[in-house]
């Protein structure tokens, strides 16, 4: 199978394909599958390094250093500028993440239909749960073991039975996992059934050329109008690299980096980058008396959704040993105490599918995003932590930390939670928060004044290109989007093959 | 970017500050070879992380001198002197973001020691 790395590349390098990849997470390792099983002469352009379960590190600092763009510390700005997560690896975010798997809510692609008619005919709900049957099965998604969950997962499920909650053990794509508690640094024994080990893997055995640590500076327009032919890259050697296409460009860049390629490459059509929606989530840290251990167990094994219609899903976290010390109450010999009893916290948060809308702007090439949540977020962050403390207290935690500026840094009663929820802060900054999924930013549509891409992925203005990954979604999800993306991904090859055949 | 010594040695005394001596097994930050750490954190780190930490050590060194009330350097602060800056920073609400992202920092790099991972996912803690 062909793999070019491109921090040894000598010179400038040029490739011919038929299609060109831009980006080999969840959205790109599914077209690619699905185009090279076709037959099509594929190529995939990834930024980040290609790594394998051996090399995956075990430290917080050197896999963030590592597998993550920017540390995983990129910063939208606003009113409460907030961290947001995306992988810089071979798989994107799929190696690194807490192996999450939701299908595409009905409830949600009947809104995006609504809102737009043209929409179903080219996204049938039928073709999208076939698609999403078929990636399921590939990917091994099934709930978590019991066996492996550990405490801090079986701590929610009785929290939220007490509350008369709905819950569930979080369906995972991962075969024979033995609860290292490491998803978020990548499994060091493989069995994370991640796109680069499932999807790319299947793409690569048919023929895709995958070359990664290669950053794509621009999309190549012909000369004879907007037709995409290629694009254009820098390897981290240093060399330039240039990929013709004869077929399609397809970006599957991230709904960060899929606008800013674009606005880069001067197709500033319709409202690209606009219409950025994610699900903020804030967190809430509890001190049991029992050993928890937050680092034992299925990294991510229980979610509560009896309030996902409003807009709040919860989940077990599941930080590596230093993001759960840093988010210890105090500072000196306060932290240093925490920290020598660390075995006793966890840390559970709640994502929120947020109403306000944020922007992806090109600065000197780089991306920079705007995005404040709004009242109504603000009142759901409240909502979201009172659940969270309501949930732990009933748990047996016996001291919580909202980590709300403003409000009481400990707090131990449900009457103190309902406080928080009536009378905490309405400024976001209050609140710490992070933003883990993103959409929108070349959303999909009929009308080319209200949206980049078509219904069927192709660009509306240039020929030859397609946006694939969550930058096309009208709206957020308000769950876990990997498996919507691939579904989406795998829809958006079955056009292109049609369009291009024709 | 390589800051002058003074810079870092203060730098470095603040993270240490931060996370000073868990008790039990585990070892004090401060006796741990951030050699290793800072090398990474300086050619990897992205920029508004590093700036930060610079905003950070700033602002504590010029907050030491009136928290303690006496001219000093934070990398000549005894430990109390330490619990004494902290308390006033706590007053202080710009500060919070500073130090949230100092523990951040010194949380990775404490973190980063193979001997401390394994002590604790051991349950080697007090």
């Known amino acids: ?502 | 970017m390589r800051l002058a010594r003074p810079v870092h040695d203060m730098r470095e005394a603040l993270v240490k500050a931060t996370l000073p001596q868990p008790d039990g097994a585990l070892p004090a930050l401060a006796n741990l070879d951030l050699a290793p750490f800072w090398l990474r954190f300086d050619q990897t780190a992205p920029a508004h992380l590093r700036a930060g930490l610079w905003a950070a050590t700033t602002a504590f060194a010029a907050l030491a001198p009136v928290a303690l009330l006496r001219p000093v350097r934070l990398d000549k602060l005894r430990p109390s002197e330490w619990e004494t800056v902290f308390r006033a920073s706590c007053q202080l609400p710009l500060f919070a973001d500073l130090v949230m992202l100092t523990k951040v920092v010194a949380c990775l790099a404490y973190f980063d020691d193979d001997a401390v991972q394994d002590i604790v996912r051991a349950g080697g803690e007090a």
């Open chain 1, 1 to 502: 199978m062909t793999h070019i790395d491109g921090s040894t590349l000598p010179g400038d390098h040029r490739l011919r394909c038929e299609v060109v990849v831009v980006g080999s997470g969840p959205a790109g390792s599914s077209i690619a599958q699905r185009l090279a099983a076709a037959g099509v002469d594929v190529v995939v352009l990834e930024a980040g390094p290609l790594l394998e379960p051996g090399q995956f590190p075990r430290s917080a600092l050197k896999s963030m250093s590592t597998q993550y763009r920017d540390w995983g510390a990129s910063v939208v700005l606003g009113r409460a500028p907030m961290p947001y997560v995306q992988g810089r690896m071979v798989g994107g975010g799929s190696p690194i993440n807490g192996a999450i798997c939701w299908r595409m809510p009905q409830d949600v692609w009947r809104e995006w239909i609504d809102g737009d008619p043209a929409l179903e005919q080219a996204l049938p709900w039928a073709q999208l749960e076939s698609a999403t049957d078929a990636i399921e099965t590939r990917l091994g998604v099934a709930p978590t073991d019991a066996a492996i969950a550990g405490r801090k997962n079986e701590l929610m499920a009785q929290g939220a039975e007490a509350l008369g909650l709905e819950h569930r053990p979080i369906r995972r794509n991962v075969v024979g996992c033995e609860g290292l508690g490491r998803c978020l640094e990548g499994c060091p024994k493989g069995r994370k059934r991640s796109v680069d080990r499932t999807l790319l893997e299947d793409a690569r055995a048919h023929g895709a050329r995958l070359m990664s640590q290669v950053d794509v500076t621009r999309v190549v327009l012909g000369k004879r109008g907007l037709r995409a032919t290629g694009v254009e890259a820098r390897a981290k050697s240093g060399a330039r690299v240039t990929v013709e296409a004869s077929r399609a460009v397809v970006l599957a860049a991230s709904a960060i980096q899929s606008p800013v390629l674009l606005l880069r490459s001067g197709l500033g059509q319709g409202p690209v980058g606009q219409h950025f929606s994610c699900h903020p989530g804030v967190s809430m840290a509890a001190r049991f008396a029992e050993p928890v251990r937050m680092w034992q167990g299925a990294t991510q094994g229980h979610e509560v959704i009896g309030l996902r219609r409003e807009g709040l899903k919860f989940e077990v976290l599941g930080f590596g040993l230093a993001v759960l010390a840093s988010r210890l109450p105090g500072v000196g010999a306060e932290l240093s105490r925490g920290v020598s009893e660390l075995q006793h916290w966890l840390d559970w948060g709640v994502a929120v599918r947020a109403e306000s809308e944020g922007r992806v702007r090109s600065v000197a090439g780089r991306p920079v995003v705007t995005f404040t949540p709004n009242a109504r977020d603000v009142r759901l962050f409240r909502r979201g932590l009172r659940v969270l403390g309501e949930m732990m207290l009933a748990a047996g935690a016996e001291s919580l930390h909202p980590g709300v500026r403003g409000f009481d840094a400990e707090v131990r009663d449900v009457d103190t939670l309902a406080r928080l929820e009536q009378d905490g802060p309405e400024n976001p900054a209050a609140f710490t928060s992070a933003i883990t999924h993103m959409f929108g930013t070349c959303r999909m549509g009929s009308d080319p004044k209200r949206s980049v891409v078509r219904p069927d992925f192709r660009h509306h203005a240039a020929e030859s290109l397609y946006v694939a990954d969550s930058s096309v979604f009208p709206t957020n999800l308000g769950v876990n989007p990997q498996i919507a993306i691939m579904a989406m991904a795998s829809l958006c090859a079955k056009n292109l093959l049609k369009e291009s055949a024709s």
